[in-house]
């Protein structure tokens, strides 16, 4: 086992919560620093900001000031991996249950993935296509994630070839455009 795969990072959650963030897993340096999305090629602190989520770009060390906004952040799969294409079935159920337990407990407004793959396995939908932006088949009225809206976005990971900078930036206003149509507070 390498030394990054023993630092798990923590899940930032609080009762009230506008949206809930969730990313597939940490990779490696997100791991070995010890803050969700720290690799600098990763767009997700740039696409907060330029998508008016924040007031200014927080550093990967800030994280803590997401809940200050009505944010939270974890992942689907708390296990940290080089990919996320090292993580196993049994991976992706178990954090699964997991993460409804935890939409259970704290009910945020809405749940945003950072993935398409976080959100196919989290609602257990592997073979469907999935279009990025408000799922509205996916507003939860069921028991487990009862009126919790759910918004995707492609990966923010530098490694995503499928979208550009520019279309995954482009969702984070989408996604602030709908959290202001909703009434909800923005920093």
């Known amino acids: 086992m390498e ?17 809930l963030f969730c990313g597939i897993n940490p990779g490696r340096i997100s791991a070995s620093k010890g803050y969700h999305y720290a690799n600098p090629a990763n767009l997700f602190w740039r696409g907060l900001h330029e998508g008016g989520l924040t007031p200014y770009q927080l550093k990967p ?3 803590d000031l997401l809940l200050k906004f009505g944010y939270g952040i974890t992942d689907l799969v708390a296990r940290p991996t080089r990919s996320s294409s090292d ?3 049994a991976d992706f159920i178990n954090g699964a249950k997991d993460f409804e337990r935890l939409v259970q407990t704290y009910r945020p407004k809405l749940v945003c993935f950072n993935g398409v793959t976080a959100f196919r396995y989290a609602v257990n939908q592997l073979k469907e296509t999935v279009t990025p932006g408000l799922q509205p088949g996916y507003y939860f009225g069921t028991e487990s994630w009862e009126g919790c809206f759910v918004f995707v976005i492609p990966s923010t ?30 920093p």
């Open 87 to 89: 993580l196993s079935k």
């Open 3 to 19: 030394d990054f795969e023993r630092k798990w990072l923590p899940t930032y959650i609080k009762h009230g919560l506008v949206i």
């Open 61 to 63: 060390e800030e994280t």
């Open 157 to 186: 990971s530098g490694a995503n070839a499928h979208f550009t900078r520019e279309e995954r930036i482009g969702l984070f206003n989408t996604l602030a455009e709908f959290i202001k149509e909703k009434g909800w507070l923005l």
